[in-house]
């Protein structure tokens, strides 16, 4: 196996309305405390010859035990006063990928998702079915308190007294929103590309609806010929445009790069179509890309040529 | 609106071992006089100038209400005894989609998969909240009297015994595979391209699995710039090769016609990764393409052209 001089990571914490405005000194510095420690952990492992889905998988477990993003510990309440948590992981290998959608009580959803993935014949797990998969697997619980958090028990009573869905609400404007997602990308030392998102669905959800972020070629995407994507945005949009895949078309079928590429879908496609939010990507080359159509989104990228940023709005 | 000379359909009632050898005349009869129903239902609707959207809903829910198809009545056992579907609708015009996973109950998952689509803000929702917002859209549920078929009530009990996950198994052979799904693809006279597809899932199956029918550019893709598509087979091997999304790429990026770029799907791609299945699809200029890799697929197909072919083996 050649060996890649180049490693990269990226990861995101969520995009949409994030303004300087409404932010206080101290909670940016806690977001981008939160931001670098994730980012590091990865990174660590990459730069210690370890694969991308260990990195991909340890970071994004950082962001969900991180409670101010909307995903693990922090994750908003839906319409029933409960926690319900799509993750999913894929291998840029193999395309082999693993999902749930719908489980609450988990406290890392994305190690789930690579149980899935390594330990069933399936992708996609919902529900008490996956509940149950995960309590066969050894996979960590945790009981409501963990995942409670004021804020987010508040924006659930707001949004219920206002009759309204909403994506990642901050209680400081009603006109914002937030799309509350985790995630993080990966190219390893081997050259092999992951992809890994994780989430806490929308404040007030009903009907057990599921975003883009468990289905593999909307929300997470990876192959080693081209990309891996993890996306962050008003779901149902990305789901319709297939984001992660149609990013990988791009690139395999009219060659693009992935900066090109993932504009056509964020400046252009989604933008067009009213789909607010971001994503994160890196190629089988180790460039990275990190475009968002909204306000701001919560991201950091490090790679092996000195790359170190942690980022909020606008650049 | 000019309108498009050609109108054009095209049905599945699921790929796998089909075999001539363990069909009686009588049997076969009975599946070909089901899908030629079908076919009749929403091609007379497409006949009369009706939109796409409406003769794929009409086709499948036929489909859905046969018994030996694996869609609404006939659905497979799952591993508590129940059954839960999944169904997906796409609409050719705007990428519009609608789907659900794991619903108990419904006796027309294609109809709530356009409700989700037409009434709702959301693309997929799931288990009990989709039965929640089926009640109030006033969808028809039926009791498990309704969906109990002896045969697939005997498949779960060997299915059980043998400690086996099986897609649609056929009694007579243990070695046999079938993917019970049942789909519609249409070109209507204004042009419009949809898709829709549901199923019954897989007989013992465990843990919430999701296969590709309810997710938009897996089993389930429409879009007018090329095809719409509806596919049957290991869900998870289209799932992670994003199959009608791919079509759609090859066609789009690439200018492959219809047939090629469903070739390549179905007879390198999914073959290769080892996943068995087929699809039917219909391109924006009414042409039909009905490959499968297994040894059969129930299909049927009718153009005003003169086409209409009622298929099971092949060719």
Redesign the interface.
């Known amino acids: 196996m050649s060996l890649h001089s180049k490693i990269s990571l990226a990861i995101h914490g969520g995009a949409g309305t994030i303004l300087r405005s409404t932010m206080t000194p101290e909670l940016q510095a806690q977001y981008e405390n939160g931001l670098q420690d994730a980012l590091d952990i990865g990174y660590h492992i990459l730069e210690k010859g370890g694969s991308s889905l260990d990195a991909v998988e340890a970071s994004v477990r950082s962001l969900e035990d991180f409670p101010l993003f909307n995903a693990g510990r922090g994750s908003v309440f839906n319409h029933e006063g409960k926690h319900e948590m799509d993750a999913a992981i894929m291998d840029g290998r193999t395309?082999?990928?693993g999902a749930l959608?719908?489980v609450s009580g988990i406290r890392n959803a994305v190690s789930l998702a690579r149980a899935i993935m390594e330990r069933?014949?399936?992708?996609?797990?919902?529900?008490?079915?996956?509940e149950?998969?995960a309590k066969e697997q050894g996979l960590q619980f945790e009981d409501d308190a963990y995942f409670f958090t004021p804020s987010r028990y508040q924006q659930l009573q707001e949004a219920i007294a206002e009759g309204r869905?909403q994506l990642d609400h901050t209680p400081d404007d009603k006109s914002e929103k937030k799309f509350g997602t985790v995630g993080a990308v990966a190219l390893d030392a081997a050259g092999n590309l992951a992809a890994a998102t994780s989430t806490g669905g929308m404040t007030n959800k009903?009907?057990?609806?599921?975003?883009d972020s468990p289905?593999?070629?909307?929300g997470t995407w990876a192959d080693n010929n081209t990309c891996a994507v993890s996306c962050t945005g008003h779901?149902?949009y990305f789901?319709?445009?297939?984001v992660g895949?149609?990013i990988h078309?791009?690139m395999a079928?009219?060659g693009l790069s992935l900066q090109e590429a993932c504009d056509i879908l964020v400046f252009d496609k989604l933008q067009k179509?009213g789909g607010e939010g971001g994503l994160i990507a890196v190629d089988k080359d180790g460039n990275i890309a990190m475009p968002f159509n909204s306000e701001g989104m919560y991201r950091a990228c490090r790679n092996s040529e000195g790359l170190n940023e942690v980022l909020i709005y606008k650049a």
Do not use: M, Q
């Open positions: 395309n082999a990928a959608c719908s069933s014949e399936h992708v996609l797990l919902s529900g008490r079915g996956a149950v998969f869905v009903r009907w057990g609806r599921i975003g289905i593999p070629g909307a779901g149902e789901i319709r445009a297939v895949h149609d078309c791009l079928y009219k179509a």
